[in-house]
């Protein structure tokens, strides 16, 4: 523990808690703080200018990012008859009907996304008090309800981001790992960015972006300078 203490402090020492990097200096900072032994995940997170209470406000959806997240997602398809074949051909790790919804009644959770056809939503719907604190129902805001289910697990296993602002305004997510070229990490933040960008609500008014952090898994989260 002593080793991993010394280890913190000495990547808060190399960050200036209030100043705002420009990206590319927040990226490469970010990578050299980085305390764990293993391939840390890199995380953006933003501090918006919303009021989520607001139906119009609550922004939602996602997006395939241009490097991938480096992460390896299980997707389980929930759906049925010639869908079945479609699934399996785009490389889902699960697909089935109402026998693989009554595995998840029963605690079975060996997966990260949840894909269904319209026509399964029914079922799903039953469940939705166990997948919905975890974070697992599918909704069509990000494109895991559709009809098209060769084309939503093939951008899932490319690196497809959920993205949701949560009751404080902030939305946190995951743009690569810390083993990735800064190159590949700047392209993907800049693309999350711009689409989060292109999601201000009409209502409002003045700056939307009020933070950017970038941050590693158990690391310093550095302030980035809103160049976006």
């Known amino acids: 523990m002593a080793k991993k203490s010394k280890n913190r ?23 050299e703080t980085t305390t764990t032994k293993f391939d840390s995940s890199v995380e953006l997170s933003f501090n918006l200018n919303v009021d989520p209470r607001h139906a119009d406000q609550q922004i939602r959806g996602a997006m395939v990012l241009p490097n991938g997240t480096g992460k390896s997602q299980k997707v389980l398809v929930i759906t049925q008859g010639a869908k079945i074949d479609e699934a399996k051909e785009a490389g889902a790790d699960f697909v089935g ?4 919804i009554d595995e998840i009644k ?20 039953k469940i939705g008090k166990i997948l919905g604190p975890k974070g697992l129902m599918p909704n069509p805001k990000t494109g895991t309800v559709t009809p098209d289910i060769g084309n939503a697990v093939a951008e899932i296993k490319k690196g497809k981001v959920e993205y949701r602002v949560d009751k404080d305004g902030n939305i946190n997510c995951l743009v690569g790992k810390v083993s990735f ?28 972006m009020k933070s950017v952090t970038l941050s590693t898994t158990m690391g310093v989260g550095i302030k980035v300078s809103n160049q976006f």
């Open 9 to 31: 402090q000495a990547a808060l020492a190399k960050v200036e808690h209030l100043k705002q990097y420009p990206l590319d200096e927040a990226v490469a900072l970010a990578k």
């Open 181 to 208: 070229t800064d190159e590949a990490l700047i392209e993907n933040i800049n693309a999350l960015a711009q689409t989060i960008k292109r999601a201000r609500p009409a209502a409002v008014k003045g700056i939307f």
């Open 106 to 125: 029963k605690g079975w959770f060996a997966f990260d996304v949840i894909v269904a056809t319209p026509d399964m939503m029914g079922e799903l719907g």
């Open 97 to 100: 009907g109402k026998e693989m």
